[in-house]
């Protein structure tokens, strides 16, 4: 999936309204997401790497580059607590 987004700092997040919907994915789709949380997340925690996180607020589409410190059922966690929901994730790129 190719997408345009903007860039955006991980401080700024915080600030945005995410819709209560989920984004229409594919069951395969989902998997993968989830498949690159994990890995995104054992990054994180152990290199410190950041990874690119693509997702859609109510008005855009966006992307902040920064480092995952946890991935739950419905939530990624970014350092500083800063909360991204996984319904409106569109990909992560690592």
Known sequence: MKTESQIIEKEDISSLNFPSYSLNKTPE??????????????????HHNKI???????????????????????????????IIPIRRVVDIRL
């Open 29 to 46: 789709e989902k998997r993968e997401l989830k498949r690159k949380l994990r890995n995104a997340q054992i990054l994180g925690n152990i």
């Open 52 to 82: 690119r996180i693509i997702f859609q607020d109510e008005t855009d589409t966006r992307e902040v580059r920064t480092t995952v410190w946890a991935a739950g059922e419905k939530h990624i966690v970014l350092k500083g607590g800063v």
